[in-house]
Structure formats: structure tokens, C-alpha cells
């Protein structure tokens, strides 16, 4: 038998219809209802009754529903609404008589199987945490491992151009202050170039002094490296400031700037995708991030102190003057600042470890003391 | 039993009909806190099914002519278009991120243009997810839906942008009647063809001196909120009087002063979630003090405190009730009461031509959603 007749009369047989108007007739009393069938939005008002299936009457219509396939839907409180899976699937039927409305529902075992039950909650909630233990892990092991594999795949040509697109950004904040006094530009280019045949770089590397009172010094991708002038002016001696140059051609000669574009590009994406648009989350967003790219960078800059304390050990010169440069900079550092959030070793750690690789000089001075003073006034 | 209510085919013409919401703001208080408590477990990923559940609470709440609506939409669909927009967004960002790589090259920041680019996505999502939204709309067992290109509506939307940025605001009107002009020329009721009519010199004539005023609330910000909540009113009223619907016209008798109210009693709540959070972290900073105790040389160590792991912790844990509070805050107000105000307001003329409305239109993606979510564009 034809499960639903959605429209008009009732595609029965004789003998089916003979069958149901049987079953109405020793079915218990129905009552109104309202029933929209799904093809127009027509209100019908019909008579609903308890047969073997659900049956809905009106002068002009007669359709049955089979009780197995009916499934309650949003219904605003006071009617039950319900729809059936054999019918239009947005024919509906509307019950405003809770004694009626109970009737239907004790007939019907699956009225509620589309619910979202506290099971379905849960298993949303099992889901979820799933997917964020998979999002964490990737973050903290798949991402930094990528990222090291991948990073001597990329062609240096692509790295020097993501480097030239950095020096116009350094250049555009800093100010076009490149410093070039002669005697001084010749210090600087004997040091470095010294510092980079010991590190074992070609002469791909290019290297710049910046006229502004920060005292710093970093790397960008694609073999540049910037020293600012504040640096020189804070340094007492060579051997401090060749200890931050070998560590910034340990940042070059790891690559490191790529290993962390590409490590931080990827973390940065996945915890967005975690966090999605919840409002106020940026603020988690932003902490999460800062504290994963933190961590890799720590280790990032511990490599690059190692490959520094090497350099310096095969130029035979002394580590310990680098430490002491950078901790007359910060000062000590602990509890200044969330730990977890440091891009870099706390200072008063890096000045003990390059105090104990520390080794008497046995290799030349790196510049006289002429080249020295002139390389202090390469700015004028 | 037997007895039938008969419905003549054509009744006569209806005086004007008030929409109605029934929906309680206790049921709606307890959906979204419990939403933003399972939100917080699955850190954002339970957002699809709240906003579902949001939905599913406003519509069926919402009767026009005695007969509530229907959201048919499902947490899962939304799950499922994030999921596929991020398989679109992931390869759009990375070459986003190497374009502007390529760029930088020649022009320090020359990247930011491409800013516009994800505009225009956004304005897609926004019209798709429109669509989505409209499709699982059920009234009388009969679905609204849309046509129309959402690549249209964005180009349409970025020329209107940039006129309204050009005239520094004053073509807004404009641009928003023709936009909500493409949006309802394209939406539909079964059969039932949409149109928009409000003129955006309406609306400009309703609202110019809040234009006017707007550069005097940077002075005065307490005005701010006054003038903001009169333009939502004077754009809701607007919007609403411009609806049809074949025969069907909306119309709305929103005062100007509809939000006032509303938007000070969030502000309030805001101001006392801030407050509370001040002293929370008042009370945490001096136990934690008293846990780190006295330094060496006897003097406190307030400088350590707020990098106590302690500290830190309480921060965060501050944060996240502060701002799941104000989420459901938020939602309590801007989207349920505002909901509610707005339909009170609402009047239907010509009901009788949407008496036999024959059903058409298929149901559209999730994908907009996705977009709208990945893009932080997403409406309610």
C-alpha cells in the first residue's frame, strides 16, 4: 500500500480505502489540526484521526501518514509540529490540543530521532576535542618538522626575493640611514668578511651598518644581515661585536627566517582555524600564537648562539665578550617579562653559557685598533 | 468527531497584520549561556551548532498571520562549508601571502591593496550565506529561496564602497538600497518574487544629521551610542517598509528611539564586566604577591608578579568568563531583543495575495556560511 496520499483524493484502491475507513471507525476520537502540504502554502484545517496510520481529513483532502515515519520539528511552544519522511519533506502538520498532541506522540516510537540529543552534544564535544588535540599536535610536532624538511626545498632565488621585500620594509621604518663612512666601511667589511670565512659562507652574504640608536642587529632571508649603530655604540671591544655577527650568520647559514616564516605562516593558520570567529577569542588567538612561534624561536636563537661560540672558538677568540655586550644592553632579565612569551633565551642564561665556552685568545685580533676606532665611527 | 472547519479558497481582503514573537527570553537565556559553556569546551567548534540553535529559537518564535516560521537548517551543514571553505581559503591565502611577497619587492607595503581582494570575498560570503539562511526559511510548508550570483552582488558592493568611501559616507543610502534591491530581486516565496522599494533618499532624508553629528561623537563619546542606535532604527524601519513580496508589502512603524534603551543596558552590563574584572585581578595580583613574598634585599617584588605563572593563570581564567559573559550579554541584546523590537514593529498589507503560493526554489550550500565564518563576516 501507498504509504502517503500527499494531495487531493486518496490514491488508494477500493479495498484499501475500504480498509482504513474501517480502522477510523475503531480508532479512538481525533481531533482538528492544521496541515500545510508542502507543494502550496495552502492552511488546511483538517480532522486528524488514529487509524493504523496517521489520518487527515478535510472536505476536500484525505491523507495518511504511516506513524513509524513521522518526526517532530521546530514547533513554537503549545504545538507540536511535526513532518514525515515518506511525505513532501516540507509537508506539515500542526497541533495545538496537548491532549491530542500526546496522543500522536505515544503512537509515534522515532518522533524524536532527529533531536539532538545530550549524546549528540556529547559526541560534538568528543569530536571536538579530537580535532583539537590533532590541531595541537600538528602545531608542536608536524609544523616545526615541515618546516625544517621544507626549508631546503625552497630555491634560494625565492628566498632573496622574500628578503628584498624586507629590506623595503626595514628601509621605510628605520629610514634610508645606511652608514658609509670610508675607513669605517673597510673595519666593517675585514671583520665580516673574516667572520664569514670562518663560518664557511660564500660571498652571497651582504651586510649593512644602519644609522639609529637601537642597539640591535638581525638577519633577514636571503643572506642580508643589519647591525644599528646603537649596538657598536654599547660595544667596548671587537670581539663582543664579531660574537653578534657570528650570530646572526648562524641565523643566515640555518635559514633560519624562512624556517620560522614558514613554521610561524602555519601555526598561525591552524590556530585560527581553531578558534574561528568567537568573539574574544582574539585576544587567546593572539597569546597562543605569540607563545608557540616564542618557543621555536628560543630554539631558533639558542642554534644560532652555538654556531656563534664555533665561529669563534676556530677564529680563536673569546666568547664571553658577546654575553657581556648583550646582558650591558637588557640587563637582567628574569622576571621582566612571561618567560613563555620570549623570542629569545633569557640574556643572563646566554651570558653564563658563553662564559663557560669561554677559551683564552689564540687567534689574531679580528681588527687593530685603528680599524676598530674607525669601525665605531662609521655613522659619522 | 467529523466536525470540519471549511476554509473558503479566497478570503477577502485582511486588514494589516502585526508579525509576532513569542519566544521567551528565559529560553533564550539558558540556550546561549549553555552554548557559550559548551563553546568554551570545544574551544569555538560547538559555534555552528549555537548559531543553529539561535536560529532555530528566533524563527519559530516568529508568526506572521498565526503562523510561526521554521529554520531548517543544521549544525552539520555549517560544520561541512567551513570545512570546504577552508579547502578553498587555504591555497587563496598562501598565494595572497606570495603575491604580496612579490609586490613588497618593488614597493615597501605595496601588499595592502590586496586587502581589497578579500573585501570582495567577504561580500560574496555575504550574499551566499544570505542564501543559505533564506533557503532553510519555511513558512505554511513552503520555503523561501534565492537566485541571483553572489560574484555580482561583490562587484556590485566593492563600486558602491568606493563611492561611499569617496563621498565620505554620504552615498551609504545609496549604496544600501541598491544593494538590498539585488538581494531581494533575487530572494523568493515559493512562486513568489521579491522586490525591494525603499529609496535610499528616504533614507538619506531620515538620517543626514547623524551624519552631521557622527564627528562630533569622537568629542562627545557618550553620544556615540544615541547616534548609532537611531541609525540602526531609522536603517531597520527603512528596511522593513521597503520589503514585498509579490502582493505583499512589510512595513514598519519603528521609532527612532527603538534602541536606546537596548544599547545602554548592554553598555552597562559591559561596564560592570570590566569593573568586576579589575578588581578579580586586583584580589589575584595581591595573592600572588603574598605567594611570591619578599625578595632578598626585604622589599616586596612587585615587578615578578605579573609574570607569575600563578598570575598569568588567573588572568586567563578571568578572561574567559569575562568574555563568555559578554557573549551571551550580547546576544541577549543585540540579536534577541533586537530581534524581537524590530518585529513588533512589523505590519504585513496584502496578506490574502500569499494565500496559494506554490512551492519552488532549491536548497542552497553551506559554502557561503564557511566563507562568512573563515572571512569573520557572519551575520546572524
Not at chain 1, 484521526?49 to 515515519?69: C, E, H, K, T
Not at chain 1, 591552524?270 to 612561534?293: E, K, Q, W, Y
Not at chain 1, 628560543?298 to 654575553?323: C, N, Q, W, Y
Not at chain 2, 498565526?66 to 578553498?88: S, W
Amino acid at each position: 500500500m501507498d504509504s502517503t496520499s500527499p494531495d487531493s483524493d486518496p490514491g488508494l484502491g477500493a479495498a484499501g480505502a475500504a480498509e482504513v475507513t474501517r480502522a477510523v471507525q475503531a480508532a479512538p476520537p481525533g481531533g482538528p489540526a492544521t496541515y500545510f502540504d508542502g507543494l502550496s502554502n495552502r492552511r488546511q484545517n483538517v480532522t486528524i484521526g488514529f487509524a493504523n496510520q496517521l489520518v487527515m481529513r478535510s472536505p476536500d483532502n484525505f491523507v495518511s501518514w504511516p506513524y513509524a515515519d513521522i518526526r517532530r520539528v521546530d514547533g513554537p511552544n503549545g504545538t507540536l509540529r511535526v513532518s514525515c519522511l515518506s511525505a513532501s519533506p516540507l509537508a506539515r502538520l500542526e497541533i495545538r490540543d496537548a491532549s491530542l498532541a500526546e496522543e500522536l506522540i505515544a503512537r509515534c516510537g522515532q518522533i524524536d530521532q532527529n533531536r539532538l540529543t545530550r549524546g549528540g552534544i556529547a559526541r560534538i564535544i568528543g569530536w571536538s576535542l579530537a580535532a583539537i588535540a590533532s590541531i595541537v599536535t600538528i602545531a608542536l610536532v608536524v609544523i616545526p618538522f615541515a618546516a625544517d624538511r621544507l626549508t631546503p626545498l625552497v630555491p634560494p632565488a625565492m628566498e632573496r626575493h622574500l628578503g628584498e621585500a624586507a629590506v623595503m620594509q626595514i628601509k621605510s621604518i628605520f629610514g634610508d640611514k645606511l652608514c658609509s663612512e670610508a675607513a669605517g666601511q673597510a673595519a666593517f667589511a675585514k671583520l665580516v668578511t673574516g667572520m664569514r670565512r670562518a663560518a664557511a659562507l660564500d660571498d652571497s652574504i651582504g651586510s649593512q651598518v644602519l644609522d639609529t640608536e637601537i642597539p640591535n642587529a638581525f638577519a633577514l632571508p636571503g643572506g642580508q644581515f643589519f647591525l644599528f649603530r646603537g649596538l657598536l655604540d654599547k660595544a667596548n671591544d671587537p670581539d663582543e661585536v664579531a660574537g653578534v655577527l657570528a650570530h646572526e650568520l648562524g641565523h643566515l647559514k640555518h635559514r633560519d627566517n624562512l624556517r620560522q616564516l614558514i613554521h610561524n605562516g602555519g601555526s598561525s593558520f591552524l590556530i585560527g582555524l581553531l578558534f574561528g570567529d568567537v568573539t574574544g577569542a582574539g585576544a587567546v588567538i593572539f597569546a597562543s600564537r605569540a607563545m608557540i612561534n616564542a618557543s621555536y624561536s628560543r630554539e631558533a636563537e639558542e642554534g644560532a648562539d652555538s654556531f656563534a661560540i664555533d665561529v669563534m672558538h676556530k677564529l680563536g677568540r673569546p666568547t664571553r665578550p658577546m654575553g657581556e655586550l648583550l646582558f650591558r644592553i637588557t640587563g637582567k632579565e628574569a622576571g621582566k617579562q612571561p618567560a613563555l612569551w620570549a623570542s629569545h633565551p633569557l640574556t643572563e642564561d646566554r651570558l653564563a653559557r658563553m662564559r663557560a665556552e669561554d677559551r683564552p685568545p689564540s687567534g689574531p685580533p679580528l681588527l687593530s685598533a685603528e680599524e676598530w676606532k674607525a669601525l665605531k665611527g662609521i655613522c659619522k | 468527531m467529523n466536525q470540519m472547519s471549511y476554509v473558503p479558497g479566497q478570503p477577502p481582503p485582511l486588514p494589516p497584520l502585526t508579525a509576532t514573537f513569542s519566544g521567551s527570553r528565559r529560553d533564550f537565556f539558558r540556550l546561549v549561556s549553555r552554548g557559550a559553556a559548551i563553546e568554551l569546551i570545544t574551544l569555538g567548534f560547538y559555534r555552528f551548532w549555537l548559531a543553529t540553535d539561535i536560529r532555530r529559537h528566533l524563527w519559530v518564535n516568529t508568526a506572521v498571520d498565526g503562523d510561526p516560521a521554521e529554520y531548517t537548517g543544521r549544525g552539520k551543514e555549517l560544520l561541512i562549508g567551513f570545512l570546504f571553505a577552508m579547502a578553498i581559503l587555504t591555497p587563496i591565502y598562501l598565494a595572497y601571502f606570495l603575491i604580496g611577497v612579490e609586490a613588497e619587492r618593488f614597493k615597501a607595503f605595496a601588499g595592502v591593496p590586496l586587502v581589497i581582494a578579500f573585501y570582495a570575498f567577504g561580500q560574496f560570503a555575504i550574499y551566499r550565506a544570505r542564501r543559505y539562511r533564506l533557503t532553510r526559511t519555511v513558512w505554511r510548508g513552503i520555503r523561501f529561496w534565492m537566485d541571483g550570483s553572489g560574484w555580482a552582488y561583490a562587484g556590485r558592493a566593492m563600486l558602491w564602497t568606493l563611492l561611499t568611501v569617496l563621498t565620505l559616507g554620504l552615498a551609504w543610502p545609496w549604496r544600501a538600497a541598491a544593494l538590498e534591491r539585488y538581494k531581494m530581486r533575487h530572494s523568493h516565496y515559493g512562486d513568489l518574487s521579491g522586490d525591494f522599494e525603499g529609496r535610499g533618499w528616504e533614507f538619506f532624508k531620515r538620517a543626514w544629521y547623524l551624519w552631521v553629528l557622527a564627528p562630533l561623537t569622537l568629542l562627545l563619546f557618550p553620544l556615540f551610542p544615541f547616534v548609532y542606535a537611531r541609525l540602526k532604527a531609522i536603517e531597520w524601519r527603512w528596511w522593513l517598509s521597503g520589503i514585498r513580496f509579490g502582493g505583499v508589502r512589510l512595513d514598519s512603524k519603528l521609532p527612532g528611539s527603538a534602541f536606546y534603551g537596548l544599547y545602554w543596558k548592554l553598555i552597562g552590563w559591559m561596564m560592570l564586566f570590566i569593573t568586576a574584572f579589575g578588581i578579580y585581578l586586583f584580589g589575584v595580583f595581591i595573592l600572588v604577591e603574598r605567594l611570591v613574598g619578599k625578595g632578598a634585599d626585604g622589599l616586596p617584588q612587585i615587578e615578578a608578579v605579573p609574570n607569575h605563572a600563578a598570575f598569568l593563570a588567573g588572568l586567563g581564567l578571568g578572561y574567559i568568563v569575562v568574555v563568555l559573559s559578554a557573549n551571551v550579554v550580547m546576544r541577549l541584546y543585540l540579536v534577541r531583543d533586537v530581534w524581537a523590537t524590530v518585529l513588533e514593529s512589523v505590519q504585513v498589507h496584502g496578506i490574502e495575495a500569499m494565500a496559494n503560493v506554490a512551492a519552488k526554489g532549491d536548497l542552497a550550500s553551506a559554502l557561503g556560511e564557511g566563507f562568512a565564518d573563515g572571512l569573520d563576516v557572519a551575520g546572524f
